[in-house]
């Protein structure tokens, strides 16, 4: 038998993750001098505490042992798993990253700038809502970007609390936002 691929691998890990709550968000498999090593991220609503990471890493451990022992997987003499989430260095390249960052900043690529994340539409498309810093004398405004647009921003890390102006704009809309500005303000 071949050494795993990520492929391989994600056929046992999607449904166990998906039994937890979770999504696989990656899988990197590499050989490790005599042992190799799995890594896996998962992330969800809400996002998995340690006692679900190490309950889904025993799952998963005894996944891979049986279909070891079947002669379906092969790691070679053996293995060390790791069940963790992703950091906030992962990019956001799909929605459910984004609706799970709702109020928290984001750096958008290709020096697009730093935003806040108001929400996400309904639907597999999107939009994403995003909250624009306001300026000297103009307050921030919400608008609506295309996953493809904006698909690669990463999370910024954040220690003091959003601007009570933006905290007000999280989970609005820019429909929302329009219609609850007095006409001389739009």
Do not use: C
Not at 73 to 100: I, K, N
């Amino acid at each position: 038998m071949a050494f795993p691929t990520e492929q391989d691998l994600r056929s046992y890990l999607e449904p166990l993750a998906a039994e937890a709550g979770a999504d696989v968000e990656y899988v990197t498999v590499t050989r490790a001098g005599a042992k190799s090593a799995v890594r896996v991220a998962v992330d969800g609503d809400p996002r998995p505490d340690l006692d679900r990471l190490e309950e889904l890493s025993h799952r998963v451990s005894e996944a891979f042992d049986t279909a070891e022992e079947r002669g379906d997987l092969s790691f070679g003499p053996g293995y060390t798993l790791e069940v963790t989430t992703p950091g906030v260095d992962m990019p956001l390249t799909q929605l459910r990253h984004w609706r799970r960052n709702v109020g928290r900043l984001v750096a958008l690529p290709q020096g697009g700038g730093t935003v806040r994340v108001a929400g996400v539409a309904e639907g597999e498309d999107g939009p994403v809502h995003l909250i624009l810093p306001g300026g000297k004398g103009t307050p921030p405004r919400v608008v609506a970007r295309g996953l493809a647009d904006v698909a690669g921003a990463v999370v910024e890390v954040e220690f003091s609390g959003a601007p009570a102006a933006e905290r007000e704009l999280i989970g609005r809309g820019p429909d929302d936002v329009d219609a609850a500005q007095p006409e001389d303000n739009k």
